[in-house]
């Protein structure tokens, strides 16, 4: 079944106080190439059928109405995810864009 990935995240200018902590222990741990983190939430929305676009549009609408506090947080994502992908992938997926997240604070 296809799945529609929706990642939100904190507000720039909204203290993260999780990715501060995130931070703060990674180099206690050997991870010293991270000077920031920035910690969100993804959603991973089963279809039952074809994601046709009233299907993605109204997954953006859950995203900016339900999966996220629009005072706090924005939607910086929402996509279909590939049907072949195994979890084995999105995890892999996930730590790839986690890595580029984390880099993009510094």
């Known amino acids: 079944m296809p ?9 720039p200018e909204i203290l993260d106080p999780q990715g501060k902590a995130i931070v703060g222990a990674l180099p206690r741990l050997g991870f010293t190439a991270f000077s920031g983190v920035r910690q969100g939430k993804r959603f991973e929305l089963t ?3 074809p994601v046709t676009d009233e299907v993605l549009e109204q997954a953006r609408n859950a995203a900016a109405t339900m999966l996220s506090n629009p005072v706090i947080e924005d939607v910086v994502n929402v996509e279909v995810l590939a049907e072949d992908a ?16 984390a880099g993009a604070e510094a």
């Open 3 to 11: 799945r529609i990935v929706v990642d939100v995240m904190p507000k």
């Open 47 to 49: 279809v039952e059928g």
């Open 86 to 101: 195994s979890d084995d992938d999105v995890e892999a997926s996930s730590q790839t864009a986690g890595a580029e997240t």
